[in-house]
């Protein structure tokens, strides 16, 4: 009997300090990271970079206990979904920069009599960065290794009920039985270069678009945060990206309490667990805040699984 598949494609993050710095190559290696047209100077910036960024990289990961969170959270809502589908039905993930590759993956499925094969990036808006990178990966994979089965994909999910409700329930949760008056909450989504929005990436207006929607679902709760805004964070380099940056924004919060949701992540990784609760928290309190938080990513609660599950359902 044909099964089916789904699997989870994300960027990846090292399993251990040796894969920092092949999780840098990779990632400035790719086309649609670094997008100038000659494959020489791609490779010539992007060895600078590694160059540059390995031995701090590398101090990051110490901190987190000398890898990536991404690999446990994906498999523990691996796991999850599994369980949620049932056994006719194969779930599985694939990193974009770091191990299981796309092509080690596709080398398990093609022992499955696999007749569908469902794509879901762990990505809730749209841009050729993330989404595009992962699902060409994949798909190229998968074609070179003369599989047969047909792949569907899905590009966004930020307009998904049941995600917003993960989204709510982890600030609710962070809130706890506090005033939300007494603070501001910042959705931090990871940057972008100016010239790729420019060039027609969707990404700025699928965050501005996300976020309309949870300002509804949070006033519909009674969350009435003093103010909402929108910032940027992981800014590489001296061209121009998507402003405010984080840091400038918490410079004109004049609220002294602030909450932080990492909005274009699904799951907890360094830019999460380091950049926003460590290295900002930091500047948070240099500027006088007397409360930060950093709010968890989806990761695998039970809402991203029956979101997971329902989008599953729609791609059918």
């Known amino acids: 009997m044909k099964k089916e598949a789904i699997i989870l494609l994300n960027m990846g993050g090292p399993n251990n300090l040796e ?41 990051v990961y ?9 690999v446990g959270h994906t498999k523990n809502l691996v796991t999850k979904l599994q369980k949620r589908v049932g056994d006719d039905v194969v779930v599985d993930f694939a990193m974009r920069y770091t191990p299981p590759f796309a092509c080690e993956v596709v080398e398990r ?33 998968y074609h070179k290794s003369g ?13 998904n009920e049941n995600y917003n409700k993960a989204i709510i329930k982890s600030i609710q949760e962070r809130m706890g039985a506090d005033e939300y008056n007494d603070f501001d909450i910042i959705f931090s989504a990871h940057g972008l270069p100016q010239k790729i929005v420019d060039a027609g990436d969707v990404y700025e207006k ?19 945060f003093h103010k909402v805004h929108l910032a940027y964070q992981s800014k590489v380099g001296p ?20 909450v932080i949701f990492p909005i274009a992540f699904t799951i907890d990784n360094s830019e999460t667990d380091f950049e926003l609760d460590v290295e900002y928290r930091e500047i948070a309190q240099e500027l006088g805040f007397e409360d930060y938080r950093v709010c968890r990513c989806p990761n695998d ?16």
């Open 206 to 224: 699928h965050i501005q678009k996300h976020i309309e929607i949870l300002q509804n679902m949070m006033e519909q709760e009674g969350m009435d």
């Open 147 to 159: 599989g047969d089965a047909l792949i569907k994909e899905v590009k966004h999910y930020f307009e």
């Open 62 to 70: 110490r901190e987190l206990g000398g890898k990536s969170p991404i």
């Open 19 to 59: 894969e920092v710095e092949l999780f840098l190559k990779n990632m400035f290696a790719d086309k649609n990271i670094l997008t100038m047209k000659s494959n020489l100077l791609r490779k010539f910036i992007g060895g600078m970079i590694v160059f540059n960024r390995t031995e701090q990289a590398q101090e």
């Open 301 to 316: 609660s039970d809402e991203f699984v029956e979101a997971l599950y329902e989008i599953y359902k729609r791609m059918k």
């Open 239 to 258: 061209m121009k990206w998507l402003e405010p940056s984080l840091e400038e924004k918490l410079k004109t919060v004049r609220n002294k309490g602030v």
């Open 109 to 141: 499925l093609n022992k499955e009599d696999l007749d569908t094969i469902y794509l879901i990036p762990m990505y809730p808006q749209y841009s050729t960065t993330t989404t595009k990178s992962s699902l060409e990966d994949f798909e190229e994979c």
